[in-house]
């Protein structure tokens, strides 16, 4: 079965589409940057703010956004192992800038121990002496040392999580910003949905279908009169 995944970027004041692109990649993870781009450039904003799901959280995307100058609201996926076995998740210790260091639930200090790359990230490793002698080891790793990795860019991840803490709504405005030009395409669209094949046919397919929904929605702000004055300008 041949899929498509449709990315779409919505403007909050008037849920206009400013920006799409359609890829056969499966996933949202490598997509936060390229489409905060386009909708900066085709939008003409320079102090962009982007929400997106905790699908688009990655760490390189996200990166690749603060160095753009766009700030970005998302929240961080939850993937534990641990906590899923009932044991203490990595957002239990909290990390001390000043020191360079980690506190445990236990209220130990994880050092810093050495550095390594691994998939082209440079990570620093973590962990306190006192692990194997501990009274709530069980609750916290199955090895001798429980060892947190912080990426060298973690600071950048943690003031996506602050900001998102400082804005509790911001979730809800995207679904309503975002899910409706969706919701309103798919009902036009039909069950059938896409009636090309091939990326290309398709990505101009979805392209008539986002050019018809921007239309009908500026219709609906300045009305037909105002459209046609705003094409002609």
Known sequence: MVGYN?????DSQHHLIVA???????S?????YQMAKQARDASGVSDLHVVADRGYFTGNEILACYEAGITTYLPKPKTSPNQAKGMFPR???????????????????????????????????????ACPSCLMKSQCTTGINRRIKR??????LEAVTARLDQAPDIMRIRRQTVEHPFGTLKAW???THFLTKSLKNVSTEMSLHILAYNMKRVMNIL???????????
């Open 91 to 129: 957002e239990a210790f909290r990390y001390v800038p000043e020191r360079n260091e980690y506190r445990c639930p236990a209220r130990e200090r994880l050092v810093w121990r050495f550095k390594n790359v691994e998939k082209g990230q440079t990570l620093h490793c973590y962990w306190s002496s």
């Open 151 to 156: 990426w060298e860019h973690e600071e950048i």
């Open 223 to 233: 009305g037909t009169k105002g459209l046609i004055q705003a094409m002609r300008a």
């Open 6 to 10: 449709v990315q779409t970027a919505v």
């Open 28 to 32: 949202d993870r490598r997509q936060l």
């Open 189 to 191: 669209m039909g069950a």
């Open 20 to 26: 799409h692109e359609v890829t056969n990649v499966g």
